[in-house]
């Protein structure tokens, strides 16, 4: 296990039942609203949220002397559990955070009290090499995960084909337009709060282009996801899907078919993001699922 620190920060009393929140690839902990983390902890709940390695205020690696895999990320679930004090918790996970939940679940059953999986994709589905073949134009093999909107897909390529930004505006222009995608078109988009989240992200990254390393890492091993598991998931489990997911759509389904007994959830208007329209109806979802 690489020796890289972790940031992370909790909110709440340290006797009531406790949420840890796993955010997506390449994203920090604070992606997780500030709103949304305090009507957790007004539900009474202590509520923990960190940046992955190579995000954030989370430690750098040079990965060409030390890389490291997605299970090594998935690896730092347990870390911060254990920095904590935690022999289990809730899971709550975002994205590639909602794969990591899993496979904690898969793996470590003992240490998840329930599994909360939003904007996710189902473990050992292939979902990266999905996205691979639709930004590539490669035809998908008969019963893949379905793949992301045309517009997601003409996004990335145009991202993949650009120059990188050369200052600290272009950077977070870029970022904006990413968010706006991510966003999806069923709710409105607030820009200038979108500024100011981006402008957060940006300034509070030790190294913002060690994010990178999350690619090199899926490279690495990219099979680390197991398959036909989810079966073994013993949690209780809630997964949530907005109903305009530009990155993941339909994928919520089919985790909820092969967890037994999971719920599934859809957030009107919600894309593959968390903004403030949904943060009630979320909020009081993942609480009523962590109650008792």
């Given at each position: 296990m690489h020796d890289v620190s972790i940031w992370s920060e909790e909110f709440g009393a340290v006797k009531d039942a406790p949420?840890?929140?796993?955010?997506?690839?390449?994203?920090?902990?604070?992606?997780?609203?500030?709103e949304f983390v305090g009507r957790l902890v007004a539900g009474g709940r202590r509520v923990i949220r960190y940046d992955h390695r190579d995000t954030g205020m989370s430690?750098?690696?040079?990965?060409?002397?030390?890389?490291?895999?997605?299970?090594?990320?998935?690896d730092d679930v347990y870390r911060v559990l254990d920095a904590h004090g935690l022999e289990s918790?809730?899971?709550v996970g975002h994205s590639a955070g909602g794969l990591l939940g899993q496979f904690v679940a898969v793996e470590r059953p003992e240490r998840v009290r329930s599994l909360t999986v939003i904007g996710s994709s189902p473990l050992g589905?292939?979902?990266?090499?999905?996205?691979?073949?639709?930004l590539t134009g490669q035809p998908q093999p008969e019963g893949s995960l379905p793949e992301p909107t045309p517009e997601f897909v003409a996004f990335y390529r145009a991202l993949m084909a650009a120059p990188p930004p050369e200052d600290r505006r272009a950077r977070i222009d870029g970022m904006i337009a990413e968010q706006r995608v991510l966003h999806g078109t069923g709710l409105p988009f607030?820009?200038?709060?979108?500024?100011?989240?981006?402008?957060?992200?940006?300034?509070?990254?030790?190294d913002l282009s060690a994010v990178a390393n999350h690619r090199l890492a899926a490279a690495a091993k990219p099979d680390f996801e197991p398959v036909g598991v989810l079966h073994r998931v013993k949690a209780p489990t809630l997964v949530v899907e907005g109903s305009h997911e530009?990155?993941?759509?339909?994928?919520?389904?089919?985790?909820?078919?092969?967890?037994?007994?999971?719920?599934?959830?859809?957030?009107?208007?919600?894309?593959?993001?968390?903004?403030?329209?949904?943060?009630?109806?979320?909020?009081?979802?993942?609480?009523?699922?962590?109650?008792?």
């Open positions: 949420i840890l929140l796993i955010m997506g690839s390449m994203s920090q902990g604070v992606l997780w609203p500030d430690g750098t690696v040079d990965f060409a002397a030390e890389p490291y895999t997605w299970e090594d990320i998935k918790a809730h899971l589905g292939g979902e990266g090499r999905v996205l691979m073949r639709a607030d820009e200038d709060a979108a500024r100011r989240l981006q402008e957060r992200i940006h300034d509070r990254a030790r530009p990155a993941k759509p339909g994928h919520g389904a089919i985790i909820a078919e092969r967890i037994p007994g999971a719920r599934l959830m859809t957030v009107a208007g919600m894309g593959h993001t968390l903004p403030p329209e949904v943060h009630e109806e979320l909020a009081a979802a993942v609480l009523a699922h962590t109650a008792g």
